[in-house]
Structure formats: C-alpha cells, structure tokens
C-alpha cells in the first residue's frame, strides 16, 4: 500500500518531456513520489490517504531563488523612499533587533511561502546595505528552527558584510544593550558553525550557502584599491570549497560579474542575483565559469537597469526566478514574479513571443533546482524525486475556461489560488488550512516585533504615509536616488 495517492489532477510534471497530464494521479511513499500517470491506471491501487484533486493543477514546488531575512517586517516603511527603507535596514538588523524579531520575521516569511506554494527558498540573513547577521550563530539557528517548524525547505545565505572591518552590532541583554564591533574572522566563524550544524536541506530542509559584497570596477581600480577585498574572496572561496556549499550575491550590474570571476568566487555553485545592465565580459564571466543568474523581476533594482534574460538563455546561461522579497514594495507570490517577468522582458523588446510560460515555469522549478545542485530531487514530478507537491485551484474565474493549464497559470494564477502544500510527503497545508502554524500569532507577533524594532531604533515615522503619495505622477523627493 502507497502512503498518499493524488487522483484526478491535471499534472504539469516539468519532467524531461514536459509532459502535461490530464486527470493524472501521483502516488507517494514516504518522502518520495513513486508514480506519476493516467487517473485510470491508479483506479484500484490502496493508499493510506487519498486526495481528490479533481479541478486542481498538480506542480512541482515552486523554488525562490533570492530572497532576505529581515525584509518581512520592515518592507514598506519609508512609503517608498528608497534611501530611508535602506537606512531601516541598516538600523533594525544591527542595532536594533532581536532574535525574537528574526523568529517572528521568518514565521512571517514562511507562511506567506506556504500560502503561495513556495517550497524552496534562499534567503539572505539580512542584506538591504550588506548587513548579515552573522554576529552569532544564534540569528541562523532561530531562522533555521521555524524553517523546521514550517515544514519548508530554507537554504540560508550566511557571510561578511562589507569591508572596511570591524563593523557594529548591538545585542540586546535582560535589561542592557551591548555594543559589539565584529571582525571579519568572526563572521566566518559564525557562517562556518552554521554550515557544520544545519546543512542538509534534502533530510533536515536546512541549508546554508556562502555570500560576500558584490564589489565594482570602481572598488578594485588601482586608486581606489583596499587589499582586504581579494583576502575576504580568498577566505570566502576557501571555506565554500571546503564544505562544497552553494555561493551567492546580491546586485550585481555592469562589470561586477567579471570582477568576481577575477576574485575568483565564481563556478557552477554560483547564483548572482540581480544582475542588471551586464558588458559582454560580464557574459563572458558567466560563460566561463558555469555561474547562474537569478533574475529578480519586480525589484526596484529591475527599474534602474534590465537583467538580460533572453540573451542569457540564447547564450546558455542558466537562469532562476527570485522574488527580492520581502523587500519595500513586493512578496513571495512566484506566480506574480512569473507573469512580471514575461511582460518586463516583452515590454523592453516590444515583442509579445519572449519569455514564453513554459521558460519562465521552469526558472521558478527545474532551472532553479538544478541551480541549488537539487535537481535529481526537487524541481519536478517524476519518480524517484521528493514528493514537494502543490495543487492550485483551477476553479476560479481567471483561470477558467479549463484549458491550457501551463498558460494560465504562469499568466493568471497567483498565491490565493494555492489549495495544498506538500513537502516531503507530508501535508502542510490543506483546502488552504496551514497545519504547521497558528496564523493569528503569527501575524500578532510580527506586528509586535516591529514596533519593538521601531522603538528600539527610533525610527517611527517610517510607518508615516505621506500626503504626496496621491494626485501627482510622481513623487519629488530631494532623498530619492537610484540605490
């Protein structure tokens, strides 16, 4: 007898034929998925537990590639202004949070990629002006603890921030605050117990991955030159190389991508996000060493310069989907990311057959996974792999009539119309019912988590929502620069 039996759905396996099947069944056992074919086949085959999904899109677990820490309780704040939600970030994460304010972020960030059928994630511990909170082990163990309590699966970016060193954290105490300056030894230290304890996303869905500062054309010339830049890309490869783990950046554009291949950070382990307005060395970079790029579609970074996508895929470049979220105006919605990315690249090229559905699927499914080095595992419904499955609900009138599934979800679909959430066979949520969280309390504590975060920092105003938000097509603001 099978553990869990899908019947009746409409299968967008991504498998290598990318085949779609109409009223398929999917039958699981334990973590792993043992069958996947035609309803009929499956008629008489007992299972311990049984799920309709007539109506229903069966999909492999969506994977988000590039995602922040931190960024869930503070996005928003500042109403846009871009230079005040960056010195937010800088603030909050190191001087003016808790591990109790990371806990409730990450319970925050996890439920929403449960609702939204997010099964897999990397996500940066912090970011917004490099700040990682790699302090102390602490911060990592209570993210990687609610990734546990979610049921989701977390490859967790751990690393220095930017030089010079040291740089100041505060730690709150019963009673006191601490303020510590950090060198850059320590936050290796820190990333390397992490990279000891928590990194088996496959069995314990845990993972952590290496991140550094992207560093510019500017930062490297020879009279602006700080040596300590290709010391921490020395210390930073060698510790990656050491335990074979995944490395990323964030915000790459113009030239950085070939100035990372010369620090020697670069291979097929990987994943540079943003990755706007690149030369044709950075193509080159990307060429040479195997390197992915996660394209980010709805981030403000978007806006001030383009990611070359179709240019990279005609190149051979890999590409994954990321959601930057919970960064100031954007979630975790992969559908939403799916559909920006088609009109954003259509748009630039004036030209309605770029990034077709099935492209930008696979970016959020199998590209991604074989990105993380997952991809005889995640990415996809096919037998042998972990039984990552989610079922959306097609019987909602923008995704009706029944037909063309692929097309309408990565063109229609979004996170509500996510019913089911499976990982590694076991059910999290179900007819839209989250069973590993309470949602109330999630919600509550986050809410309570920020102001606590305000207070402590001083920065109340940022939940201000100013006047020249209406009537005008832009707002004039002498802070607003291109971050």
């Not at 001087?95 to 109790?100: A, D, K, Y």
């Not at 113009?254 to 044709?280: C, E, N, W, Y």
């Not at 959020?364 to 499955?389: F, H, M, P, Q, W």
Request: contains cysteine; charged residues 25%; aromatic residues 6%.
């Amino acid at each position: 007898m099978i553990d869990m039996l899908i019947r009746h759905a409409t299968a967008i396996t991504v498998d290598h034929d990318r085949r779609i099947i109409n009223d398929a069944a999917i039958a699981l056992s334990g973590d792993r998925i043992v069958a996947v074919g035609a309803d009929a086949d499956f008629a008489d085959t007992p299972a311990t537990k049984v799920i309709n999904a007539s109506g229903m899109a069966a999909i492999p677990g969506l994977i988000d590639s590039h995602a922040h820490a931190g960024h869930g309780l503070v996005r928003a704040l500042g109403a846009g202004d871009v230079n005040k939600w960056f010195h937010a970030c800088e603030e909050i994460y190191a001087r003016g949070s808790t591990i109790e304010f990371w806990q409730a972020e990450a319970r925050l960030a996890q439920l929403e990629r449960l609702k939204a059928g997010v099964t897999t994630n990397i996500t940066l511990l912090g970011g917004g002006a490099d700040i990682y909170r790699t302090d102390d082990a602490a911060f990592g163990d209570a993210h990687c603890d609610v990734t546990l309590q979610s049921g989701l699966r977390t490859v967790l970016a751990v690393g220095p921030g930017r030089a010079p060193f040291p740089k100041s954290y505060r730690r709150f105490y019963p009673g006191t605050a601490v303020d510590l300056d950090l060198t850059f030894e320590q936050q290796m230290e820190v990333s390397e117990d992490l990279i000891k304890r928590r990194n088996n996303i496959l069995s314990d869905r845990t993972g952590i991955c290496l991140i550094m500062p992207v560093y510019s054309s500017d930062d490297v010339a020879d009279d602006n030159f700080d040596l300590s830049i290709p010391a921490m890309s020395e210390a930073v490869s060698d510790l990656r190389a050491r335990y074979s783990v995944l490395f990323t950046q964030d915000g790459h554009r113009r030239g950085s991508i070939a100035v990372a291949q010369k620090l020697g950070v670069l291979g097929d382990f990987a994943m540079l996000s943003h990755s706007v307005d690149l030369t044709p060395d950075d193509f080159d970079a990307l060429t040479e060493t195997g390197a992915s790029i996660v394209h980010n579609p709805s981030a403000i970074m978007s806006i001030y310069g383009r990611c070359p996508v179709p240019e990279l895929i005609d190149h051979g470049v890999r590409i994954c989907l990321g959601s930057d979220a919970g960064a100031p105006d954007r979630g975790f919605d992969m559908f939403r990311h799916m559909a920006n990315c088609m009109h954003y690249h259509r748009r630039h090229f004036r030209d309605p057959t770029l990034m077709p559905p099935g492209k930008v699927f696979e970016m959020a499914t199998i590209d991604a996974a074989n990105a993380i080095g997952l991809g005889r595992d995640l990415g996809s419904l096919e037998v042998g792999k972990k039984a990552d499955i989610v079922l959306v609900d097609l019987r909602k009138p923008h995704l009706y009539p029944a037909n063309m599934p692929l097309n309408r979800l990565a063109h229609f679909a979004n996170a509500a119309d996510v019913d089911t959430v499976i990982v590694d066979g076991c059910i999290l949520m179900e007819g839209r019912r989250v069973l590993t969280f309470d949602e109330a309390s999630v919600l509550d504590g986050a809410n309570t988590e920020l102001l606590r975060a305000l207070e402590r920092t001083g920065l109340e105003d940022l939940l201000e929502e100013p006047q020249d938000l209406w009537r005008n097509s832009r707002v004039e603001r002498e802070s607003w620069s291109r971050a």
